[in-house]
């Protein structure tokens, strides 16, 4: 059973340039969450997704920074007119349909701005 | 709202016990503990969910003290293994009795198992 698949594992952007991270929870997973980790700190929450919808995204900056959960397909979390402050690993997670489950993360994206 | 953990770091020999505390000033529906090696993704521990349980796993174990609203992790007969970063992840009540699903991560406690 595979885990919780990213990619790309490693991204570099220039300023000003958007950057596309691709989350597939784990088989059986409808809940999806993404976590971003700046070097030597803690994970931050940034949005919580299930299939189409939205649940919380108290946790993503207003503006650049968007995320969405198709019906068929990868979650994707989109960074337009990246800044240096953008570097980071972002963490993905997934959890099964009641979510009172364990969320299992996956390897993470480390972007890094140029 | 970000959980406080504690200590910040330990340095054990193998074979020695260590806790990790983690406290939260908001009702917690559920404690996540997780443990993260550098570079690399966090790995799932444990859940603890409201009700007060206590949970084990070979060496490592944890409890949840709703009152409180208080977590513990205990290592017991530590491994060269369990060194890395552990972090708390804590869920909280929305309004009423339901969850938000979203983890709000303490700051993480750095672990060394030396020889």
């Known amino acids: 059973n595979a885990g919780v698949m990213q990619n790309p594992r490693h991204l570099v952007r220039r300023r000003g340039q958007e950057a596309r991270l691709r989350c597939s929870p784990m088989?059986?997973?409808?809940?999806v969450y993404w976590y971003r980790q700046l070097p030597e700190e803690g994970l931050k929450f940034m949005v919580y997704?299930?299939?189409?919808?939205?649940?919380?995204e108290s946790g993503m900056p207003k503006e650049r920074f968007s995320a969405e959960f198709p019906k068929e397909g990868p979650s994707i979390l989109r960074i337009q007119q990246v800044v240096r402050g953008d570097s980071a690993a972002y963490f993905c997670?997934?959890?099964?349909?009641?979510?009172?489950?364990?969320?299992?993360f996956g390897p993470g994206t480390r972007l890094t701005v140029t | 709202q970000q959980p406080v953990q504690s200590p910040q770091a330990v340095i054990l020999r193998e074979g020695e016990d260590a806790v990790i505390n983690c406290s939260s000033s908001?009702?917690?529906?559920?404690v996540h503990w997780y443990r993260q090696k550098h570079g690399e993704a966090p790995v799932f521990l444990m859940i603890?969910?409201?009700?007060?349980e206590q949970k084990g796993h070979e060496k490592i174990s944890a409890s949840f003290n709703e009152k409180k609203q208080q977590s513990s992790l205990y290592l017991t007969a530590s491994q060269l293994s369990y060194s890395g970063t552990y972090f708390c992840?804590?869920?909280?009540?929305?309004?009423?009795?339901?969850?938000?699903?979203?983890?709000?991560f303490g700051q993480g406690t750095t672990l060394q198992v030396k020889p």
């Open positions: 997670a997934s959890s099964p349909d009641r979510d009172d489950y364990e969320q299992y």
């Open positions: 997704l299930q299939k189409e919808n939205i649940i919380d």
């Open positions: 603890l969910l409201k009700g007060g």
């Open positions: 088989k059986g997973h409808s809940h």
């Open positions: 908001k009702a917690l529906y559920s």
């Open positions: 992840g804590t869920e909280h009540l929305r309004g009423g009795s339901s969850n938000t699903g979203k983890l709000i």
